[in-house]
């Protein structure tokens, strides 16, 4: 439910800029981000495309590919994010833009371990060792700002961005998708913990810096 009201107001968004008829024009342009290849928490293949409906609107589409990398205990995690955007530019010159993107991203990584059973107040009944599957949801909407600079004569460009927006995580196990089991969160800074089938609100600072290559 949470993805496809997500997803149902950036569909409202595109739909609107589509129906702009006046001065519509057709560019294609594709896009990598290459600071997601040493992000600390979740290293990605990020890459996208866009189509420009008229002078100041584009939408696109945006999909990364966790890399299985190695964080604590021997937790080996992979997944994806699958991201469509929405982008106004402000300027006469298509200089400055803002941006806005709802997001899924889907984690997943197995762990072996005592855990906690049948939850009261926070507290396990008792505890049990298992082999196990964590998938972890996350389901956002961001508001992005950025600028787009050319680098070569119109077809490369690069474009910095930063922004705001919201998320809701939650943790499943996949052996047991109806318990509520203390799971550990891999990171490489801290060892933290949640609680599965729970709805986590939080706070998104998306930032970064794509390579832009228009090929129409």
């Not at 998938?135 to 460009?157: P, Q, T, Y």
Request: with cysteine; charged share 20%.
């Amino acid at each position: 439910m949470k993805k496809t009201i997500l997803t149902a107001l950036l569909i409202c968004i595109c739909i609107v800029a589509f129906n702009q008829k006046s001065n519509k024009i057709e560019k294609i342009s594709l896009h990598f981000s290459p600071l997601s290849l040493i992000d600390v928490y979740h290293p990605s293949v990020t890459f996208g495309a866009e189509l420009m409906t008229t002078k100041k609107q584009a939408l696109g589409l945006d999909v990364s590919l966790l890399i299985n990398t190695l964080a604590v205990d021997n937790v080996y995690r992979t997944g994806f994010i699958i991201k469509p955007t929405y982008k106004f530019f402000v300027d006469k010159l298509g200089e400055n833009f803002i941006e806005l993107d709802c997001f899924w991203k889907k984690n997943y990584w197995g762990e072996s371990k005592w855990i906690g059973r049948e939850y009261q107040n926070g507290t396990p009944s008792y505890y049990q060792n298992e082999d196990y599957n964590v998938v972890k949801n996350v389901w956002g909407l961001n508001l992005k700002f950025g600028s787009r600079i050319e680098l070569l004569d119109g077809f490369v460009f690069v474009e910095p961005y930063i922004g705001l927006g919201a998320r809701i995580t939650n943790h499943k196990v996949k052996e047991h998708p109806d318990e509520t089991i203390e799971v550990k969160k891999p990171f490489f800074i801290d060892n933290q913990k949640a609680l599965t089938n729970v709805d986590v609100w939080g706070v998104s600072i998306p930032m970064g810096v794509r390579i832009v290559f228009a090929i129409k």
